[in-house]
C-alpha cells in the first residue's frame, strides 16, 4: 500500500515482481493513474481515489512553490494530503480484506497501523526514505542542515509529529469503521515502535548506512528497482539520437512541478550548450522542453535503460532517480525541488559522484554550466561512480522482504 507521485510507486513494482515470483500473491494498492505500472509487473492492482499529478497542477499544489523553507512546504503538503486522506482511508479497506499480510509505505503506514489492527493482520513497514529519528542526521523531509545529534533527533521525532496530524480524523473513523476502541495516531505509532514493528528501508547502506541509534527493527537491505520488462528497449528515436554523438546529459525532474516550465527549460539548455553537452530532456511533470540537433525531449523512459549511456544525470533530488543514476554508475547533478531532495543531493556529494548541486528556487545557466562540466568530464567523479555502480548492482535488496515474510508464516 503507497501513495504519492511515481517514485512513490514504482520501487514497489520490482519488489512486488520479486515477492510474485518467490510464490506470494502481491496485489499493489494505490492511485488508479498508476494500474499499468502494476500490470507490467505481473501484479495485481486495487485503485486508490485521487491523482497527484492533478493535485500537485492544482492552484494548492502549485502554492508549494511560495515556500522557501523545508516547513513551509512540509506544512502546506500536509495541508493539502488532509482534503484528501478520508478518501484513502475508505478505499483502502477492501483490499486489507483480502490480504494475509500488509506492507506499508511510509505515507500510508499510519491508516495501515489501524488496518493491521483491526483486522488482525501481520503487517511490515517497506520504506522508501528514512524517517526514523536519529543524531546522525537532520530529518530528510526538512531539506535542512544537520542541526547536531539532538537537534537532528528533534527534527524526526517533530517530523513524524506533523505528518500524524494528517492522519487524525481519517484514522478515528476508520477505527470506528473496524470495531476498535479509540486511538490517537500518535499513541499507535509509538505502540507499534514498542513492539519493534519490523521497517525495512528500500536503499543501500553505502549511500545512507544504518544510523547507530536507530531502535531494532529497523533495517536497510538496499534498492528496489522499478519494473521493467526484459523486452523493453528504448524508443528508435532516442537510439539514434545517443549513436549520433557523444553521450548525451539527462535532464529529468520527474514527478516534481515547476513555476514556470518555459524558464526552467531554457536555464537548463542553456547550461548544457555552455558546457558543449547533448541533452536528453525528459519532460516529465513539470512540462520542460528544448529543440534543436543537439537535444531531444522525451517522455517516460525505463532509467535503467537510459542512463547508462549518459555522461551525467541532472534531476529532481527524488529518492529513485537518485538511485537509478547510482545503479547506472553515472554521476549527478541535482537541482532539488523539495523535501527529501536535498538529503539525497547532500548524500551524492559525500559519496563523490556529484560536484554539487543547485536549488531550483536559485536555478542559473551561470551557476548550473561549471557543475555539469565536471560532473561530464571530471575523471574522479566518473571513476567514483562506476565504482558505486558496480557494488549497488551486486546488492540484493529483496531477499530480507522475503526473509521477513517467511518469517511470518
Same mark, same amino acid.
Not at 502494476?38 to 485503485?47: I, M, N, R, S, Y
Not at 477505527?175 to 509509538?190: C, D, E, K, M, S
Not at 523486452?231 to 548525451?248: D, H, K, M, T, Y
Not at 538511485?323 to 543531493?345: E, I, K, S, T, Y
Given at each position: 500500500? %503507497? ?23 502481491? @496485489? ?37 512553490? !511560495?515556500?522557501?523553507?523545508? +516547513? ?23 483490499? +486489507?480484506?483480502?490480504?494475509? *499480510? ?11 497501523? *489501524? ?19 536519529? /543524531? ?5 523531509? @526538512? ?12 527534527? /524526526? ?16 473513523? #476508520?477505527? &470506528? ?8 495516531? !500518535? ?19 553505502? *549511500? ?6 536507530? !531502535? ?7 534498492? $528496489? $528497482? ?37 524558464? %526552467? =527549460? ?9 558546457? /558543449? ?26 532509467? =535503467? ?13 527524488? +529518492?529513485? @532517480?537518485?538511485?537509478?543514476? #547510482? ?16 538529503? $539525497? ?16 528556487? @536559485?536555478?542559473?545557466?551561470? %551557476? ?13 567523479? &566518473? ?15 529483496? /531477499? ?8 511470518? +508464516?
Amino acid at each position: 500500500m %503507497t501513495a504519492g507521485s511515481r517514485g512513490d510507486v514504482a520501487p514497489y513494482t520490482g519488489l512486488g515482481h520479486a515477492l510474485a515470483r518467490a510464490g506470494h500473491e502481491v @496485489t499493489l494498492v494505490t492511485h488508479q493513474r498508476f494500474a499499468g505500472l502494476a500490470a507490467e509487473a505481473g501484479l495485481g492492482f486495487h485503485g486508490l481515489p485521487v491523482d497527484p499529478r492533478a493535485e500537485l497542477e492544482s492552484a494548492a499544489g502549485r502554492g508549494l512553490h !511560495r515556500s522557501k523553507s523545508g +516547513a513551509g512546504k512540509l506544512a502546506r503538503m500536509i495541508a493539502l494530503a488532509r482534503a484528501h486522506v478520508a478518501e484513502l482511508a475508505d478505499a483502502m479497506v477492501a483490499p +486489507a480484506r483480502q490480504a494475509d *499480510v500488509l506492507l506499508l509505505s511510509a505515507v500510508l503506514a499510519p491508516l495501515g497501523h *489501524v488496518l493491521a489492527e483491526g483486522l488482525g493482520l501481520p503487517s511490515l513497514g517497506v520504506y522508501l526514505q528514512p524517517l526514523a529519528p536519529t /543524531g546522525e542526521f537532520v530529518a530528510p523531509v @526538512t531539506g535542512t542542515r544537520s542541526l547536531g545529534p539532538a537537534g537532528n533527533r528533534l527534527s /524526526g521525532r517533530a517530523v513524524n509529529a506533523a505528518l500524524d496530524l494528517i492522519f487524525v480524523e481519517s484514522a478515528r473513523t #476508520l477505527r &470506528r469503521r473496524l470495531g476498535l476502541p479509540p486511538g490517537g495516531v !500518535r499513541a499507535t505509532r509509538h505502540a507499534f515502535e514498542r513492539r519493534r514493528w519490523p521497517v525495512l528501508h528500500g536503499f543501500s547502506p553505502l *549511500v545512507v548506512p544504518r544510523p547507530r541509534d536507530w !531502535r531494532a527493527g529497523l533495517e536497510i537491505c538496499g534498492y $528496489w $528497482w522499478p519494473y521493467t520488462p526484459p523486452s523493453a528497449q528504448l524508443p528508435e528515436q532516442v537510439r539514434n539520437f545517443i549513436a549520433s554523438g557523444p553521450p548525451p546529459v539527462f535532464v529529468g525532474l520527474g514527478s516534481a512541478t515547476v513555476p514556470d516550465p518555459a524558464r %526552467t =527549460s531554457a536555464i537548463l539548455v542553456a547550461a548544457l550548450r555552455a558546457a /558543449g553537452l547533448r541533452g536528453l530532456v525528459q519532460r516529465g511533470w513539470a512540462g520542460l522542453h528544448a529543440d534543436g540537433d543537439d537535444m531531444l525531449t522525451v517522455d517516460e523512459l525505463p532509467h =535503467s535503460l537510459v542512463f547508462p549511456h549518459t555522461a551525467a544525470v541532472v534531476h529532481h533530488g527524488g +529518492a529513485g @532517480t537518485t538511485a537509478a543514476a #547510482l545503479r547506472a554508475g553515472v554521476p549527478a547533478v541535482p537541482v532539488p525541488v523539495q523535501f527529501d531532495a536535498a538529503f $539525497w543531493a547532500s548524500r551524492l556529494a559525500s559519496l563523490g559522484v556529484s560536484p554539487g548541486a543547485v536549488p531550483l528556487r @536559485t536555478l542559473d545557466a551561470v %551557476t548550473l554550466t561549471p557543475l555539469l562540466t565536471r560532473a561530464a568530464h571530471t575523471t574522479p567523479y &566518473r571513476d567514483r561512480a562506476r565504482h558505486l555502480g558496480t557494488l549497488i548492482r551486486a546488492e540484493d535488496g529483496y /531477499g530480507p522482504v522475503l526473509a521477513h515474510l517467511a518469517g511470518l +508464516a
